[in-house]
């Protein structure tokens, strides 16, 4: 199944995706940000701060920069090596922060559970097998220590 995402072109994938919204009437923003987000704010809205907890790539940060003005944001990831890769995307350091920790209900170090497969199914909280399947992981991934804050 894998092998089937891999050889559909990501712009016949995205076609699609919109067809179906529209068939189904389910209502969608071309570049990425909830409309639930776009209907209580508007695109010319003044610019906006943020914070995006568990940045991952920054996708929905980045999606956010395409439609509304920023005037801060602080992206919060976990992982070191997708942290230092939003520093390099977000480079503007008088608007984009990016914090390299996990938000807990406490400071210090925590087990994080990192999956190599898929890095937005990492955690603080432990992948359960039955979360596997449907994203055809192998394993839960590896148990690491990462900083925490509040």
Same mark, same amino acid.
């Given at each position: ?79 070191? @090596? %997708?942290?230092?890769? #939003? $520093?390099?995307?977000? *480079? !503007?350091? @008088? %608007?984009?922060?990016? #914090? $390299?920790?996990?938000? *807990? !209900? ?45």
């Amino acid at each position: 199944m894998n092998w089937v995402k891999k050889a559909i072109p990501n712009n016949i994938k995205l076609a699609g995706r919109y067809y179906l919204y529209e068939l189904l009437k389910i209502p969608f923003n071309r570049v990425g940000v909830p409309v639930e987000l776009t209907q209580w704010l508007p695109a010319d809205a003044p610019p906006i701060s943020f914070i995006d907890i568990g940045a991952s790539k920054g996708k929905f940060s980045a999606s956010l920069t395409r439609f509304y003005a920023i005037k801060r944001a602080v992206l919060v990831e976990p992982i070191p @090596e %997708i942290a230092e890769s #939003l $520093n390099k995307r977000f *480079s !503007d350091t @008088e %608007i984009f922060k990016v #914090l $390299n920790m996990a938000v *807990s !209900d406490q400071s210090g170090e925590a087990e994080f559970f990192f999956s190599k497969e898929l890095d937005v199914m990492s955690s603080l909280l432990e992948i359960k097998d039955e979360f596997h399947a449907p994203f055809l992981l192998s394993t839960a991934g590896e148990k690491t220590k990462v900083k925490t804050d509040t």
